[in-house]
């Protein structure tokens, strides 16, 4: 199973280091390590980042374009697309941030989290790792809106430090919403309930 594959990976790779004891630089690497892990079942499975798209291509080339044309309350002198994109990013980052918790479940029920709780991992670089990797695919979803977003026309600020900012912005959102969706994966028993919380 390309799951267990995943989990003896991360083991081989931390055995060796967790022996020469636990540092700072060692828990950063078990974080690493666990971020590796995530984006390789992204790679194994790249369809995930088109169907996460769907979304807010709707939103952006549809409702967009409809809602613009109705005028139904001020936007402030810009377009309805333009007033509801930052909307669109964070609702985009959020449910990306938010499966982490329903992927969680699934790994208890399948047994693969025990096996990581059995590795010499500190529970700290494990969560911590989770919660960074789904910033790193949160922003592979503001990638493809501000693809779309340059398509449109929607006017947008290239400046390299304010790109940066909104990345940093982005990866703090993706954590805390990782995070805070793992919590409560810790504390329900089922996928059904841990949905219902988080939404």
Excluded: C, N
């Excluded at 989990?7 to 390590?33: I, R, W």
């Excluded at 979304?55 to 697309?81: C, E, H, M, N």
């Excluded at 994966?185 to 841990?194: C, D, L, P, Q």
């Amino acid at each position: 199973m390309e799951s267990d594959r995943f989990a003896t990976s991360v083991a081989a790779s931390v055995e060796p280091a967790a022996k020469s004891g636990g540092t700072v630089l060692q828990a950063l690497t078990d974080m690493l390590v666990i971020i590796e892990m995530e984006l390789r079942k992204l790679r194994h499975e790249p369809t995930e980042l088109f169907t996460r798209a769907v979304q807010p291509v709707l939103w952006l080339l549809i409702f967009g374009q409809a809602f613009s044309k109705v005028r139904a309350f001020d936007t402030g002198g810009v377009t309805y697309q333009t007033y509801m994109t930052p909307g669109i990013l964070s609702q985009s980052v959020m449910f990306t941030a938010i499966f982490f918790g329903l992927s969680t479940i699934w790994e208890r029920d399948m047994g693969i989290l025990q096996k990581f709780l059995a590795m010499p991992l500190p529970r700290l670089a494990l969560v911590l790792g989770k919660a960074l990797a789904a910033g790193v695919r949160a922003l592979s979803q503001v990638t493809i809106i501000f693809l779309l977003a340059a398509i449109t026309g929607i006017p947008l600020h290239w400046h390299p430090a304010l790109l940066l900012a909104a990345a940093g912005v982005v990866i703090l959102g993706a954590v805390f919403f990782a995070t805070l969706s793992m919590i409560i994966a810790a504390i329900v028993k089922t996928r059904e309930r841990s949905w219902v919380s988080a939404s």
